[in-house]
């Protein structure tokens, strides 16, 4: 009877240990859509910070060819005028106001060829970023879509694992049930572990030498003194075969 609960208390544990990294596995799943979100938002901001500039150079572009179109006329219709200028004083100063026109305009002209080519390298900047955009959204949807085959996977097993650990807890009394449950309550899993020579496997801390005793005979389940969690001797319990294990040298 000792062993068969035993049994089933360490399938029970396999059971929750499964299902504690199921449950970690869903919890960190999103994680990796967080941060493809956030580098995604970042992105944007970039974009955003590179449409501003973009609309500012614009609007200096447009500024600029309006001033020399402008300037360009008057200097136009001033040379008209030229003709008619009655004395030498209105003279000079027409040819003054015509030398700051172009010279004006000279300053403009070369303005407009560094805006120009400050426009061409924004938007090769806003080309890149547009061309990142795509990929990581394209990253994102496969993520997406990963992300919730894996959850509808571990959603699937978790189902399984309640459904084969109610069937455990059926084969263990309920007070030894409850006992379990309790630890498993206030202790980091796992909550029964197997003593080896003498030492737990949860604390890695000796138990005393009579409860050791006691533990061989297997007549209850006991609990170690010093992290409380259940014990049993791990003569009572074969080990797992590994494939390794499993496989028989050739003769």
């Given at each position: 009877?000792?062993?068969?609960?035993?049994?089933?208390?360490?399938?029970?544990?396999?059971?929750?240990?499964?299902?504690?990294?199921?449950?970690?596995?869903?919890?960190?799943?999103?994680?990796?859509?967080?941060?493809?979100?956030?580098?995604?938002?970042?992105?944007?901001?970039?974009?955003?910070?590179?449409?501003?500039?973009?609309?500012?150079?614009?609007?200096?572009?447009?500024?600029?060819?309006?001033?020399?179109e402008t300037d360009s006329m008057?200097?136009?219709?001033?040379?008209?005028?030229?003709?008619?200028?009655?004395?030498?004083?209105?003279?000079?100063?027409?040819?003054r106001e015509m030398d700051n026109?172009?010279?004006?305009?000279?300053?403009?002209?070369?303005?407009?060829?560094?805006?120009?080519?400050?426009?061409?390298?924004?938007?090769?900047?806003?080309?890149?970023?547009?061309?990142?955009?795509?990929?990581?959204?394209?990253?994102?949807?496969?993520?997406?879509?990963?992300?919730?085959?894996?959850?509808?996977?571990?959603?699937?097993?978790?189902?399984?694992?309640?459904?084969?650990?109610?069937?455990?807890?059926?084969?263990?009394?309920?007070?030894?049930?409850?006992?379990?449950?309790?630890?498993?309550?206030?202790?980091?899993?796992?909550?029964?572990?197997?003593?080896?020579?003498?030492?737990?496997?949860?604390?890695?801390?000796?138990?005393?030498?009579?409860?050791?005793?006691?533990?061989?005979?297997?007549?209850?389940?006991?609990?170690?003194?010093?992290?409380?969690?259940?014990?049993?001797?791990?003569?009572?319990?074969?080990?797992?075969?590994?494939?390794?294990?499993?496989?028989?040298?050739?003769?």
């Amino acid at each position: 009877m000792y062993l068969k609960q035993i049994e089933q208390l360490v399938v029970l544990q396999k059971v929750d240990d499964e299902i504690v990294l199921l449950q970690d596995e869903l919890k960190r799943a999103p994680q990796r859509i967080s941060e493809l979100e956030k580098r995604r938002q970042e992105i944007e901001d970039s974009a955003e910070i590179v449409r501003d500039k973009l609309k500012y150079l614009n609007d200096q572009q447009k500024r600029l060819e309006t001033e020399i179109e402008t300037d360009s006329m008057r200097l136009k219709k001033s040379k008209s005028k030229m003709m008619q200028v009655g004395n030498s004083k209105e003279y000079h100063a027409m040819m003054r106001e015509m030398d700051n026109l172009e010279k004006q305009n000279r300053g403009r002209e070369e303005e407009k060829v560094t805006v120009a080519e400050e426009l061409a390298r924004q938007n090769l900047e806003l080309k890149s970023i547009d061309e990142d955009t795509q990929g990581l959204d394209a990253e994102l949807a496969v993520a997406r879509q990963s992300l919730d085959e894996r959850i509808a996977v571990a959603k699937a097993r978790l189902a399984e694992l309640d459904a084969r650990r109610a069937e455990a807890g059926t084969a263990v009394p309920r007070p030894i049930l409850q006992r379990y449950e309790f630890i498993r309550s206030r202790l980091k899993n796992p909550v029964i572990v197997p003593v080896d020579a003498g030492v737990c496997s949860g604390c890695h801390i000796s138990i005393p030498p009579q409860s050791f005793i006691e533990l061989q005979k297997g007549v209850q389940i006991l609990s170690c003194p010093n992290c409380q969690r259940l014990i049993y001797w791990s003569d009572h319990i074969a080990p797992e075969e590994t494939p390794e294990t499993a496989e028989t040298p050739a003769e």
